[in-house]
Structure formats: structure tokens, C-alpha cells
Antibody, heavy 123, light 107 residues
């Protein structure tokens, strides 16, 4: 079964750090780019970051640039999001999501999603 | 960055009705436009990819169309289980922006 399972969420104070993990199984993780998408309480979806299959390119939303770092371990089939200098507005459910296609140049949307992990930034 | 304008923000319809949701992008995304359905407390689910391609397992009641900057998601013969929020997303260039969502209520 193709599956993504996020972990690492929790309550953190503004300015703090957190590292999210996403464990992938059931597919050839090393051949896919991967993404993080978040959803603030009661709000819509926001794409956060993407990483190519070999980590050769990474991309970020302006709202997290310079504070968040995406990385992956293809040997361990895991995706990570290191979140530093957290702000109240980073409070959200964070999803990892796999693209539908393996071609890094043509992105056909995301067809496999984890269940999400909740990050709460509050003093 | 590409801006997404999705409308309406909410709508209410009855079982058996047909509804249309539109998504407009601030610049051409060719056909790199995807549609997702999200039910309360659940992860999003892709319905349509690359404008008009139906994801496997998704009922044929869902149809996507458009190219360039104007896209539509049409749901025919509405069913109670279609009650959800629907999002468009462009996958043409980063940041891969989403529309603000359309909340569909089934009366």
C-alpha cells in the first residue's frame, strides 16, 4: 500500500524550532519529488516546499523562505521539514504529498497525501 | 507568482443538480491545473489533474476543462457524498499556488 505518515508536530513557542518527518512506503520514494503543504485552522491549502528526487533542487514559499529547510533521506524513505524561527502564523496542519508523476519537469498535481501533523505556535 | 481566483467561495445545491466551479489564473499555466476535494478533517484528494484528466477511482460525474488562464470543475448528478471543499491548484511554476476553495453544501 502506498502510504505517507507524518510525525513531529506539537506545541512550540514563537521563535522556536520543530522538525517534521514523513515516512514513505509502498512506492519508489527515491524517484519522486516530494512536497509539503499546510493548512491553517479554518483556512485553505498553502503549498510550502518541494524537493527534487535527488535533492538537487529545493523550492519554498516566500512565507517560509529562510526559516524552513526541506530535506530527504532516500535510503530511509523519509522526507523532512526543519522549521526555525517559528511564528504564530505557522500554526497549521502540515501534510507531505507525493506528485502523481515522477517527471520533475511536469508536475501533475499530488495524488498521495499523509494524514497530516499539527503544529501549534503559541506562547 | 501566479495568483489564483476561485469562485464561488461557497454554494448550495440539491442532490441530482449540476454545479460549476471556476478557477482563473493571473497568467497562463497551459493545462497545469489540478482540482482537489477535501472533506472535513481529512487530507485533500486529487480529482482532476492537468485540467481535464480524471484521477483513477473518481466518479465520472466530475469533469474538468479549460486551458491557459480559465478552468472549470463541473459536477453533475450531485450526490450527498460530494459535500466538501474544492480547491484548484496550478502546477505550472513554483510557488504552486492553490485557490481559496469552494465550500459545496448539499441541501
Amino acid at each position: 500500500e502506498v502510504q505517507l505518515v507524518e510525525s513531529g508536530g506539537g506545541l512550540v513557542k514563537p521563535g522556536g524550532s520543530l522538525r517534521l518527518s514523513c515516512a514513505a512506503s509502498g512506492f519508489s520514494f527515491s524517484t519522486y519529488s516530494m512536497n509539503w503543504v499546510r493548512q491553517a485552522p479554518g483556512k485553505g491549502l498553502e503549498w510550502v516546499s518541494s524537493i527534487r528526487s535527488g535533492s538537487e533542487y529545493v523550492y519554498y514559499a516566500d512565507s517560509v523562505m529562510g526559516r524552513f529547510t526541506i530535506s530527504r533521506d532516500n535510503t530511509g524513505n523519509s522526507l523532512y521539514l526543519q522549521m526555525n524561527s517559528l511564528r504564530v502564523e505557522d500554526t497549521a496542519v502540515y501534510y507531505c504529498a507525493r506528485p502523481k508523476n515522477q517527471d520533475p519537469y511536469y508536475f501533475y498535481g499530488m495524488d498521495v497525501w499523509g494524514q497530516g501533523t499539527t503544529v501549534t505556535v503559541s506562547s | 507568482d501566479i495568483q489564483m481566483t476561485q469562485s464561488p467561495s461557497s454554494l448550495s445545491a440539491s442532490v441530482g443538480d449540476t454545479v460549476t466551479i471556476t478557477c482563473r489564473t493571473s497568467q497562463s499555466v497551459s493545462d497545469y491545473l489540478n482540482w482537489y476535494q477535501q472533506k472535513l478533517g481529512k487530507a485533500p484528494k486529487i480529482l482532476i489533474y492537468v485540467a481535464s484528466n480524471l484521477q483513477g477511482g473518481v466518479p465520472s460525474r466530475f469533469t474538468g476543462s479549460g486551458s491557459g488562464t480559465d478552468f472549470t470543475l463541473t459536477i453533475t448528478n450531485l450526490q450527498p457524498e460530494d459535500s466538501a471543499t474544492y480547491y484548484c491548484q496550478q502546477s505550472y511554476s513554483t510557488p504552486y499556488s492553490f485557490g481559496r476553495g469552494t465550500q459545496l453544501e448539499i441541501k
